[in-house]
Antibody
Framework: DVQLVESGGGLVKPGGSLRLSCAAS????????VHWVRQAPGKGLEWVSS????????YYTDSVKGRFTISRDNAKNSMYLQMSGLRAEDTAVYFC???????????WGQGTQVTVSS | IQLTQSPAFLSASVGDRVTITCRAS??????LAWYQQKPGKAPKVLIY???TLQSGVPSRFSGSESGTEFTLTISSLQPEDFATYYC?????????FGQGTKLEIK
């Protein structure tokens, strides 16, 4: 079965850093683009970042550019989101998701909570 | 590209036919997906490429497009359909979502 499992969330002070991980299994991770999507408490979904299968194409939403870095290790079937300069408005559940052909996110992890607070 | 979803809230009864609209600020060439999300859960894809039903999704869900306006229709609401629905465009980055439509039981 296809599975995506996020980890690395937690409580961090404003200005701090955190590294999220997304471990994939049940499919050939190296041929898929993968994404991070977040959801602040009581709010809608916000697309954060994506990385192509060979890391050639990397994109970010404007609010995280220069602070977040997405990466992947196909040998480890894993994707990462290095977050620095964290702000209160980065508080959210962070989901990783696989992009399938036809342009949709067809499998999602369960999410990991990131809380930025002093 | 901005996506404007309407309505933000929708109250309906089991058996009703409901329609949710997502309007794009410019052409997106059918690269639009619809998701359903229940509280505390990850979203689930229902429709992609504007009108293609994701495998395993009941046929009461359908999608259509007319220019820059996209529609998700549920033909006969079932109790398990009460949730929040989002559209997402895949034409250009950022691959943003609509604001969501919360479908509640009347």
């Amino acid at each position: 079965d296809v599975q995506l499992v996020e980890s690395g969330g937690g409580l961090v002070k404003p200005g701090g850093s955190l590294r999220l991980s997304c471990a994939a299994s049940g499919f050939t991770f190296s041929v898929y683009s993968v994404h991070w999507v977040r959801q602040a408490p009581g709010k809608g979904l916000e697309w954060v970042s994506s990385i192509s299968s060979t890391s050639d194409y990397i994109y970010y939403t404007d609010s995280v550019k220069g602070r977040f870095t997405i990466s992947r290790d196909n040998a480890k079937n894993s994707m990462y989101l290095q977050m620095s300069g964290l702000r209160a408005e980065d508080t959210a559940v962070y989901f990783c998701a696989r992009e399938a052909s036809g342009s949709r996110l067809d499998y999602w992890g369960q999410g990991t909570q990131v809380t930025v607070s002093s | 590209i901005q996506l404007t979803q309407s309505p933000a809230f929708l109250s309906a009864s089991v058996g009703d036919r409901v329609t949710i609209t997502c309007r794009a600020s410019q052409g997106i060439s059918s690269y639009l997906a619809w998701y359903q999300q229940k509280p505390g859960k990850a979203p689930k894809v229902l429709i992609y490429s504007a009108s293609t039903l994701q495998s395993g999704v009941p046929s009461r869900f359908s999608g259509s497009e007319s220019g820059t306006e996209f529609t998700l229709t549920i033909s006969s609401l079932q109790p398990e359909d009460f949730a929040t629905y989002y559209c997402q465009q895949f034409t250009s980055n950022p691959y943003n979502f609509g604001q969501g439509t919360k479908l509640e039981i009347k």
